[in-house]
């Protein structure tokens, strides 16, 4: 008897151990536990160790505070100018309340997808096909706003939507191809006509900046050709006034030494004549002889006749005088002095 009574308690204790400890409960981080008893909702446990009465208090349902994502599958909409496209989207949200998450809604999920669906609907039937496709933005800011009033009622904050895809129509997709190759092929000539265009201002520049530049190399060029001729002029005009200065210096030494020597008139008269002898080699046909000089240029030629008539008698044989006297034929022995005043 003994055996099987140690044995009876050993196994209550175990069965108490087994209903102690399915009454302890540890909630993890970022989890909610709802808290039922006989049927009625008692508690939301938040993370933490946790007891509860056995066999009348129960956990309704496990709750996942964490941020959430929900990708939907295309949805069929319609745009207001009648263009079926298939959209599909995702939703980011995360439970602020799990006792209206748990009893505000069946199933939440589904709920989040066909009110999705229906807001997606909704702000697509008022929009055209190109601003759907510019407007992903825009559609995303209303589908927040419109989820998250809807779900707050079931303890869901909407945090994010996005739009993944938007698939147009095959025969749209088509012919926005067609548009967009037509757009790129316009833009290609214009940016092909404004490069021609920029290519040939700028080859008219370079040729204006050289016929520029070559005038003015050439202004240049006869600036110093002009400045080179006048500095030449200059530098002959120099010369000259020069050789003059030096002319007009070497006579008047020569001045000053024959005054300085005593000169008579002898040399003044034969520096006259040497004077009058180059002046008569000249390439002039008359030559106006001053009057003071008149006197010496006979004297000059009556010695010269003197000269050649000696020169003459000395050349001829001595005999008797042709006229049979002792006189000189005719023409000899006799001097003719002129006194030209002009000499032609």
Same mark, same amino acid.
């Given at each position: 008897?003994?055996?099987?009574?140690?044995?009876?308690?050993?196994?209550?204790?175990?069965?108490?151990?087994?209903?102690?400890?399915?009454?302890?409960?540890?909630?993890?981080?970022?989890?909610?536990?709802?808290?039922?008893?006989?049927?009625?909702?008692?508690?939301?446990?938040?993370?933490?160790?946790?007891?509860?009465?056995?066999?009348?208090?129960?956990?309704?349902?496990?709750?996942?505070?964490?941020?959430?994502?929900?990708?939907?599958?295309?949805?069929?909409?319609?745009?207001?100018?009648?263009?079926?496209?298939?959209?599909?989207?995702?939703?980011?949200?995360?439970?602020?309340?799990?006792?209206?998450?748990?009893?505000?809604? @069946?199933?939440?999920?589904?709920?989040? @997808?066909?009110?999705?669906?229906?807001?997606?609907?909704n702000i697509?039937?008022?929009?055209?096909?190109?601003?759907?496709?510019?407007?992903?933005?825009?559609?995303?800011?209303?589908?927040?706003?419109?989820?998250?009033?809807?779900?707050?009622?079931?303890?869901?904050?909407?945090?994010?939507?996005?739009?993944?895809?938007?698939?147009?129509?095959?025969?749209?997709?088509?012919?926005?191809?067609?548009?967009?190759?037509?757009?790129?092929?316009?833009?290609?000539?214009?940016?092909?006509?404004?490069?021609?265009?920029?290519?040939?201002?700028?080859?008219?520049?370079?040729?204006?900046?050289?016929?520029?530049?070559?005038a003015e190399?050439?202004?240049?060029?006869?600036?110093?050709?002009?400045?080179?001729?006048?500095?030449?002029?200059?530098? @002959?005009?120099?010369g000259r006034?020069?050789?003059?200065?030096?002319?007009? @210096?070497?006579?008047?030494?020569?001045?000053?030494?024959?005054?300085?020597?005593?000169?008579?008139?002898?040399?003044?008269?034969?520096?006259?004549?040497?004077?009058?002898?180059?002046?008569?080699?000249?390439?002039?046909?008359?030559?106006?002889?001053?009057?003071?000089?008149?006197?010496?240029?006979?004297?000059?030629?009556?010695?010269?006749?003197?000269?050649?008539?000696?020169?003459?008698?000395?050349?001829?044989?001595?005999?008797?005088?042709?006229?049979?006297?002792?006189?000189?034929?005719?023409?000899?022995?006799?001097?003719?002095?002129?006194?030209?005043?002009?000499?032609?």
């Amino acid at each position: 008897m003994f055996i099987p009574s140690f044995i009876l308690f050993v196994i209550l204790i175990i069965i108490l151990l087994i209903i102690v400890t399915s009454c302890i409960k540890i909630v993890p981080q970022e989890h909610a536990y709802v808290l039922e008893r006989l049927g009625t909702y008692m508690d939301t446990w938040p993370a933490g160790l946790h007891f509860k009465v056995p066999f009348i208090d129960r956990v309704s349902r496990r709750v996942n505070l964490k941020e959430q994502v929900v990708d939907f599958p295309p949805q069929p909409v319609i745009t207001k100018d009648n263009v079926t496209m298939q959209i599909d989207s995702i939703v980011f949200f995360r439970i602020t309340d799990a006792k209206l998450y748990t009893y505000g809604v @069946e199933n939440p999920i589904m709920a989040i @997808e066909n009110l999705t669906a229906t807001t997606l609907r909704n702000i697509i039937g008022d929009m055209e096909l190109d601003e759907t496709l510019t407007s992903r933005e825009t559609i995303n800011t209303r589908m927040r706003a419109a989820l998250d009033v809807a779900t707050d009622p079931w303890g869901i904050k909407v945090t994010r939507v996005e739009l993944k895809n938007i698939t147009p129509p095959t025969a749209i997709r088509e012919a926005m191809e067609k548009q967009m190759k037509a757009e790129r092929e316009r833009r290609e000539s214009i940016l092909k006509a404004e490069g021609e265009k920029k290519s040939a201002v700028l080859i008219a520049e370079g040729k204006k900046e050289s016929m520029i530049l070559q005038a003015e190399a050439n202004k240049q060029a006869t600036i110093l050709a002009a400045e080179a001729q006048k500095e030449k002029a200059i530098k @002959e005009a120099e010369g000259r006034a020069e050789a003059i200065r030096m002319e007009q @210096e070497a006579n008047a030494d020569a001045i000053r030494m024959i005054r300085e020597a005593g000169a008579d008139d002898a040399v003044l008269t034969i520096k006259s004549l040497e004077a009058f002898e180059k002046a008569a080699n000249g390439s002039a046909t008359k030559i106006i002889i001053p009057s003071e000089i008149q006197g010496i240029a006979g004297l000059a030629a009556s010695l010269k006749g003197i000269a050649d008539g000696s020169a003459a008698v000395e050349k001829q044989p001595k005999s008797a005088p042709a006229n049979g006297s002792g006189n000189p034929a005719p023409g000899q022995g006799k001097l003719k002095v002129g006194n030209p005043t002009t000499l032609a």
